[in-house]
Every structure is written in C-alpha cells, then in structure tokens.
C-alpha cells in the first residue's frame, strides 16, 4: 500500500506499566495499598463512602470466595448492574483473582442476556435487583453458572447476598496471604469481554488484555496534565460502569487518586444536585449530557461553580453545543474531546496540548498509529481528506470472543477498522465526520447524519435531533430527521426543515420530512440507534 507517510503515529509513551509490573493485578494491588485510608468513591445518592484501603481489603475477601468456589484462570465473572461501590469491588476482586471480567447492561432484555450469557458462559453471576428477575430466569437455561449473588439489600432475594459474603470470617484475607495470578501471560490472556456497542444488532463481546488496559493507564498518567490541571480532582461517575467508557474511567480514576462521585442513572435533578454538594471538579461525559448542560432550564438553579474541566466523546457533537455550555458555566475553563471505541480499550486520540482545537478530537495518543483511507480503494489518504479512521497499537482488541469472522472482517494486517469517517489537518488534529455505515447516499453523494444533527439542534426550539436515510427507489436514500422540541414551545416540521435548507447544500435538504418523537433512543454511550428509528417508518417495499 502507497502513501505509508500518511500514517500518523503518537509520540513515545512516557509510561509503560508493562515493564514495571507482571500483570494488571499486580500494578492494582500496588497502588491500593498505597493509597491507603483516603476516599475512593463517593455514591452521590446515598453519601456512602468507601475508601482505597476498604475496596483492597473487600476485593481480597472476594479473590477468597471465588477460590472457594473454584474459580479459575480463564473462568468469566459477570456482573449486570447500575454504578454502585459494591460494582468496584467486583471488578477489582476479578482482577485481583485474575479471572475474566464480563459486564452487562441492567436494561438489558431477556433476549440481549441470554444472548451474552451464551457467549461468556459465566461462573459467578453479581446483579443487581434491577436485573435480578431477568437473570435468574436466563440462568435456569445457562448451565455454566454455579452462583448469583445480589449487589445491595433485597428482601425478595435475601440468601444471595454479597454483603453476607463480604462478613462471613471463613474469606477474610490478609494482605500477605494474597499471591499474584501465576504465568499470566498479558498480551494474549482475557482480562475483560467488554459488550460492543450493538448498535446494529446483538453486541460482540471485545476481548481486552493485561496489556491493552496497563498501556492505557499509562496513556492516562501521560495525558493528565493536559486534561486535569487542577490539584484535589472530583471527578462525577454518570457513565454507566457496564460500558468501555465507564468502566476504563472507574479503574484509572481509583488507581490514580481522583475521588469518584457515582450515581446508578442519569436522573436532571440528583445529577445537577450531586455536583453542587461534592464540589465536582471534571466531568466525563457522552453528548446527550453535553446537551443537556446546554439546553436544560435547570442549570440556572444550581451551584456548579467547581466544575473546572470537562471532557467528552462517544459521538460528534457541533461546536454551537460547547458556546453555550461556556455561556452557562462561567467558570469552566476547558472543553475537550476525545475519541475512542470498546474495541481500543481507552481512548486512541485526545488532546495533548494545553490548548484544544475546536471541534477535534485531538492527537493520536502515546505508541498508537492512524492512518485515513479510501472506503473503496483502501489508499492512505493525506491531510485534510475524509475516510475510514484505521487504528493500530498496544490499545486495540485481540478481536471479538470466539467470533474468528468478525474479528478477520474488523482487524486487518493489525489495523482495526472503525467504520468511522474522519480526517486530520495539517497539524494532525483528528475530526471525526460520520460513521461509515450510517452516512446517507443521496443521489450517490454522501450526507453525514452528524452534520445535520448539529445543524437543527441550534434550532431554539429543538432540545435533541437525529437524521437517518430513509430507502427511495429513484435518489437510493431521504435524510430524514428525527427531533424532540424544548418544553412549552411550538415549531412544525415544515418550520425545522426549511431551516435546515437554508443552511445548506442542495443534497443535504430533509426530503424524507421531519418526525416529533419524546426522546432520541440511544444505547448507554450515547450513541444514535439509527437502526430503532428507521424500523418506526420504513416499511418493507413490495417487489412487483
């Protein structure tokens, strides 16, 4: 292939936990002991605390019980549940042990259970009550678990404690009692099976190394003098623990000394109020958030004058979003994009200049490689030219749990294909454009769905948007958007779509109209699932 000048590659790792330490468990159980007494992680609904001495010690007692119940090498602890502290305890026990940690949405149907049960075949089973009717009725048909335990109080499952366990003498464990995994092998043993997005079905399960995660943690050391300026870091945990996003915050934070303020959902009022009581200091967020700190009538009736820092990704997110979210908190000093996907591990590109481009999503990190191509003809492409953003590194999956053809079809010669479009500019800053599979072709040109989402949501009486091609048999696809209006207004969609024409290109125009819905569906990360609202209005078309 030509043009390998064009392959951008990040600058040296300054820190490399892989030559330091045997495996991820060892690094974990370092800095927990160093961290000792201080505060870990803060529920912001309830005011619960735990320290980093507690979560070692809880997680030990844990590494313990799953000994007792032969739990081995190789074996998959899955864990269902909304944030919770009990949530950290699992993961870092799983660590510790050197099983395989597998997490699930809580919101999950039977089906989308049933589906990751049968991928993971568990051992051990940790849910909460949200999820608990669910799961035992999928585990009466999933053979492979031996135990499922109950995060929190539930008198409706009283026997299944982990608190019970947590108490119970025969697995308390002391600190020198504990041996690290033996002949862990970290660049090809499974630490994690992380669910990928599924925004276009069933999720995959993206296998995740010792490696990947201790080469990210690295990254994160190095970038956080760019992205954490101030001392005393609060940082607020909304993004859900279950997803890639959430939970690579949830371990970097705790092994790097950044108190956590969780929450179990997103709920306005309790989000808003839990900044105001903890001092936050930083967010990290998805879009949907990054909107509602823009649009939300509440932020006015708040104290969010801590918040110094914040940072964004999982999807595009137009400039006019982050002006008005400076507008309305004065105090804010920094908005920053990053991007990444489940199957990078962390992020691959984020800023690493004290001064952010507007709108890009920054530099690739630390011991990564970029490249841009040609969807059709694979050629590199050079500056300031859209493709497909291709990946290649210590951050990128092995591949997808026993999915040979899938991981062949997404990671080629070692360049994981994102389906993303994206381009970088002269300084090589990253702008990501559209997903590949979800730009619409109009007339054989191609529109990004991102644009116009960005687009109408500057629209004063637009709260969220989201456009889709609709199948035509003479133009091939009708962008065709999706909104939700701001409470108390009134605009119709003759209104919204003459905006949008105004505004640009001929192609681009909403010829497929213009539908009110009450919400946009979008998975935990904030993701648009296209697919869900394309079924609400494209029927299947009649062969004559």
């Excluded at 069933?202 to 101030?230: A, E, S, W, Y």
């Excluded at 994206?422 to 007339?443: G, M, P, S, T």
């Amino acid at each position: 292939m030509s043009n390998e000048k064009f392959i951008i590659s990040g600058v040296d790792p300054e820190f490399d936990y892989t030559v330091e330490v045997s495996c991820l468990a060892e690094y974990v159980i370092k800095r927990l002991k160093n961290l000792g007494n201080k505060c870990a992680i803060i529920e912001g609904n309830t005011g619960e605390s735990i320290s980093y001495s507690q979560i070692l010690e809880k997680s030990l007692t844990l590494v313990k019980f799953f000994k007792s119940r032969g739990i081995e090498r190789g074996d998959v602890v899955q864990i269902c549940s909304e944030n919770r502290i009990e949530y950290a305890i699992v993961v870092f026990a799983t660590i510790l042990h050197g099983a395989v940690l597998s997490t699930a949405n809580p919101g999950y149907t039977e089906r989308e259970l049933r589906h990751v049960f049968d991928l993971t075949t568990p051992k051990i089973v940790f849910s909460s009550s949200f999820a608990m009717d669910a799961i035992l009725e999928v585990c009466k048909t999933v053979t492979s678990v031996r135990d499922i335990i109950l995060l929190g109080q539930s008198s409706k499952y009283p026997n299944m404690e982990l608190q019970s366990i947590l108490q119970d003498s025969r697995f308390k464990k002391n600190r020198s009692d504990y041996e690290l995994p033996k002949n862990r092998d970290i660049a090809n043993d499974v630490a994690f099976i992380l669910m990928s997005s599924g925004t276009t079905g069933l999720p995959k399960g993206v296998i995740h190394t010792d490696l990947n995660i201790l080469r990210g943690m690295g990254n994160v050391k190095q970038t956080k003098k760019t992205l954490f300026d101030t001392p005393d870091v609060i940082v607020i945990a909304i993004l859900p623990w279950f997803h890639t996003y959430g939970l690579m915050t949830l371990i970097c934070n705790v092994v790097n000394d950044m108190k956590l303020i969780s929450l179990p959902r997103f709920e306005e009022e309790s989000f808003l109020q839990a900044i105001q009581d903890y001092k936050v200091s930083h967010m990290l967020l998805v879009p949907p958030l990054m909107v509602f700190l823009a649009k939300s009538p509440l932020i006015p009736e708040y104290d969010l004058s801590s918040v110094k820092e914040l940072l964004y990704g999982a999807a595009p997110l137009g400039n006019e979003i982050e002006d008005e979210i400076f507008q309305r908190l004065p105090t804010l000093t920094k908005i920053e994009q990053g991007y990444g996907m489940t199957e990078t591990t962390f992020s691959v590109l984020e800023e690493q200049t004290q001064n952010p481009v507007r709108g890009s999503v920054g530099q690739v990190t630390p011991g990564n490689m970029c490249k841009i191509i040609d969807p059709e003809t694979e050629e590199i492409l050079g500056p300031n030219k859209s493709g497909e953003l291709c990946v290649k590194g210590p951050l990128v999956t092995k591949g997808y749990y026993k999915n040979p053809k899938a991981t062949a079809e997404t990671i080629r010669d070692g360049w994981l294909h994102t389906g993303d479009i994206a381009y970088y500019d002269d300084q090589k800053n990253f702008f990501i454009v559209d997903r590949l599979k979800e730009l619409i072709k109009y007339n054989g040109y191609q529109v990004a769905p991102a644009e116009l989402e960005g687009l109408i949501i500057t629209h004063p009486a637009v709260r969220d948007a989201a456009v889709v091609g609709i199948p035509d048999l003479k133009a091939g696809e009708l962008p065709t958007a999706f909104v939700v209006k701001r409470d108390n207004v009134t605009v119709s969609a003759e209104e919204i779509a003459n905006f949008v024409a105004e505004r640009v290109s001929n192609t681009k125009k909403l010829r497929g109209g213009v539908h009110f819905i009450q919400k946009i569906p979008k998975n935990p990360s904030g993701k648009i699932l296209r697919r869900v609202l394309r079924e609400k209005i494209v029927k299947p078309i009649s062969k004559l």
